[in-house]
Structure formats: structure tokens, C-alpha cells
T-cell receptor
Framework: DAGITQSPRHKVTETGTPVTLRCHQTENHRYMYWYRQDPGHGLRLIHYSYGVKDTDKGEVSDGYSVSRSKTEDFLLTLESATSSQTSVYFC?????????????????FGPGTRLTVL | QKEVEQNSGPLSVPEGAIASLNCTYSDRGSQSFFWYRQYSGKSPELIMFIYSNGDKEDGRFTAQLNKASQYVSLLIRDSQPSDSATYLCAVTNSGGSNYKLTFGKGTLLTVNP
């Protein structure tokens, strides 16, 4: 499972509230990604990180911010949640970790967080 | 906008048959190609990757790449009911060095016992 955990695994919140999702990895991978997956749209990249404090936007970044203050944690924040942000959120990693054998293009996914915004 | 297209399915095959999943992509500069399997309610799992034109085999799976036609496929031989899942095609974006993938919407495969 590439040592990736996501928390929480499920969350129900109300419109307008802030929400932070956490992705934690234990294998020192350089790259980390946040995706959302919705029926009819597939997996879409929200933000990604290519190192500590180095982040960039993906294709659906509006309404989301991220932070990476240490290698192992990548946080996704919804500043003011909206119903359109109801989705399943996946974190992924790539780049040689402790095992050293994975390529930088090969992404491995965490278990996901199901977020419902009422 | 870089696009990856897959037939949404469902693709239904009998147990023991060959399942053929197809994917086309728009970014001619894409260099790396991936197939993920996703069971319902679970996260995507990387099952194959291919970087060069031709075929790559791993057990019952064969990935085929034709960069000139911008086409990549996945063959599953001796299909099993446990292969029933959604299969996602993903390709790297050309240019830059930040290792981003663009995913297709997936093809639902059902293997009937």
C-alpha cells in the first residue's frame, strides 16, 4: 500500500465550514498529489507537491488549498465547503521512497476520503 | 486540454475469455502509460505500465502501446470474475518535470462465471 494513509476516511460537514483532509506517507516519497473522483468525471488532479513547501495547482484547484510542511504530510483544505465539493478524495504518491525502486511516474494511491457537504 | 478517452462500457465477457480494454490520448508528447484497476468503493491500484511501443506482458495482463496511433490497450487473458472492476487508463503530460498524470474516465469490466 506504499505506506499511505488518509484521514478522516469519512466526513459529513455543512456548507460554509472549513475542512482539512490529511495524507500521510511513511516512505519518504518526493511527490504527493490530491485528486477528486466523481461519477462522469473520473479522477481529476486538484493540487500536487514536488517537495516540502513546493506545491502547484492541478486542473480543478478552485476552492482548495494545500500545504506540505514536512515530507510525510500533505494537507488539503477546503476553506469554505460547498455541495459541489462532495466527492471522494484520493491522495497519491510517486518518486523513489525508502524502497528506491519506484519510478517517478508511477503513482500509488491512498485509501480515499469520502466527503459529503450538506 | 489533454484528453484520455476510454469506452465507459460496461464490457461483459465470459469467464476464461480475453478482455480487451482500449484507450486513446490526445497529447502526442506523452511518454508513459499506465493501467489502474479500481474495485467498487476502493482506491485505484496500478497493475501495468508501459513506456515503449509494442507489447509488455505480466502474467495474464498484456499492455500494448502504439504511439503513432496514440493508442494503448490492456488485454486480460483467462478472465476471472475477480477481474470485474473499473479499469483506468492514465498518461503522463508532455513537458515539464512534475510527473502529472491525466486519467481516462474508466471502463467497467464484468466477467461472468
Amino acid at each position: 500500500d506504499a505506506g499511505i494513509t488518509q484521514s478522516p476516511r469519512h466526513k459529513v460537514t455543512e456548507t460554509g465550514t472549513p475542512v482539512t483532509l490529511r495524507c500521510h506517507q511513511t516512505e519518504n516519497h518526493r511527490y504527493m498529489y490530491w485528486y477528486r473522483q466523481d461519477p462522469g468525471h473520473g479522477l481529476r488532479l486538484i493540487h500536487y507537491s514536488y517537495g516540502v513547501k513546493d506545491t502547484d495547482k492541478g486542473e480543478v484547484s478552485d476552492g482548495y488549498s494545500v500545504s506540505r510542511s514536512k515530507t510525510e504530510d500533505f494537507l488539503l483544505t477546503l476553506e469554505s465547503a460547498t455541495s459541489s465539493q462532495t466527492s471522494v478524495y484520493f491522495c497519491a504518491i510517486s518518486g523513489s521512497g525508502l524502497a528506491g525502486e519506484r519510478g517517478y511516474n508511477e503513482q500509488f494511491f491512498g485509501p480515499g476520503t469520502r466527503l459529503t457537504v450538506l | 486540454q489533454k484528453e484520455v478517452e476510454q469506452n465507459s462500457g460496461p464490457l461483459s465477457v465470459p469467464e476464461g475469455a480475453i478482455a480487451s480494454l482500449n484507450c486513446t490520448y490526445s497529447d502526442r508528447g506523452s511518454q508513459s502509460f499506465f493501467w489502474y484497476r479500481q474495485y467498487s468503493g476502493k482506491s485505484p491500484e496500478l497493475i501495468m505500465f508501459i513506456y515503449s511501443n509494442g507489447d509488455k506482458e505480466d502474467g495474464r495482463f498484456t499492455a500494448q502501446l502504439n504511439k503513432a496511433s496514440q493508442y494503448v490497450s490492456l488485454l486480460i487473458r483467462d478472465s476471472q470474475p475477480s477481474d470485474s472492476a473499473t479499469y483506468l487508463c492514465a498518461v503522463t503530460n508532455s513537458g515539464g518535470s512534475n510527473y502529472k498524470l491525466t486519467f481516462g474516465k474508466g471502463t467497467l469490466l464484468t466477467v461472468n462465471p
